[in-house]
């Protein structure tokens, strides 16, 4: 009995060992086929190798379809290799990234050492400016002391200045007082009447005021004493005694001024304003 051709077509799609193991089937019934077989038994058979070809084509889609999910599987482990690349690229980068991140934190660290060894040192600074402000505090204290010492001092100067500068006007006036007379007379035919006194006339006060005549001009001696004629305000003072004394007397008031020295541009005003300056050195 020989194998039809569709048969052995099938047997080419079976597994190499399968198709072994049915040739060896057939070629056992090929010498077994003077023993009796039923078509039957031989439809069977065929049916058996048919079902084992189908389970064979069954176990090839199923390869197939094996192998296509293995492709799927070779195509996602590509993708995860990819990612994985991907990932290990950024794993690389933010290690990177860290180490700038921990250099960063190396610098701050470093930068924060340096700005306490600054704060200390501006806060030993400022123990020294306190302790410098102290000393100075001090200095001040002593120097105020020294000061009002020296306050106290300079009044007790300007109190001996003042009580010697009114000892000089005194004797300037007391000797005034004895010159004056001779010197009018002699010098600017003035002759005094009465003595020359200090008076207080018209709620001021005169150092010099007597009765006079110039020439036969009945007049009124008004007259200041200053150690130094350097002030026109000086000037200014007679003048206004003059006015009051003019208001109270009948005779017209003559001004004079004494005094040790007059400055010149004073003494020219003086002059002009008709004022009889006599400096002390003229009556010698």
Do not use: C
Not at 56 to 64: A, F, I, M, P, S
Not at 67 to 78: D, F, G, N
Not at 116 to 138: G, I, M, W, Y
Not at 208 to 233: C, H, N, T, W
């Amino acid at each position: 009995m020989g194998m039809s051709v569709a048969l052995y077509r099938k047997l080419e799609r079976v597994a190499p060992d399968l198709r072994d193991a049915l040739l060896s089937l057939f070629e056992e019934v090929e010498r077994n086929r003077e023993e009796a077989v039923t078509k039957h038994e031989f439809n069977e058979l065929k049916d058996v190798v048919r079902q084992l070809a189908e389970a064979q084509l069954k176990t090839e889609v199923r390869l197939d379809n094996l192998t296509v999910k293995m492709e799927e599987l070779a195509e996602a482990q590509k993708k995860t290799e990819a990612r994985l690349d991907r990932l290990t690229v950024k794993v690389e980068e933010l290690a990177e990234a860290q180490k700038r991140t921990e250099a960063r934190v190396e610098e701050l660290a470093e930068a924060q050492k340096r700005t306490e060894a600054r704060v200390e040192e501006l806060a030993e600074a400022q123990k020294r400016t306190e302790a410098r402000v102290e000393e100075l505090a001090e200095a001040q204290k002593r120097t105020e002391k020294e000061v009002a010492a020296l306050a106290r001092g300079l009044k007790a100067t300007r109190e001996q200045v003042g009580g010697l500068s009114r000892s000089m006007a005194y004797a300037l006036e007391n000797e005034a007082y004895r010159k004056l007379p001779a010197f009018l007379e002699a010098n600017h035919g003035i002759r005094v009447q009465d003595r020359i006194i200090r008076a207080d006339v018209a709620d001021e006060e005169i150092n010099f005021f007597a009765r006079a005549l110039q020439g036969d001009k009945p007049v009124v001696l008004v007259g200041e004493s200053v150690l130094r004629l350097d002030d026109a305000s000086k000037l200014r003072s007679l003048r206004r005694k003059l006015q009051k004394v003019g208001a109270v007397v009948a005779e017209e008031p003559l001004p004079i001024i004494v005094t040790h020295y007059a400055k010149p541009k004073v003494l020219e005003k003086a002059r002009e304003a008709g004022i009889l300056v006599i400096q002390s050195f003229e009556w010698d």
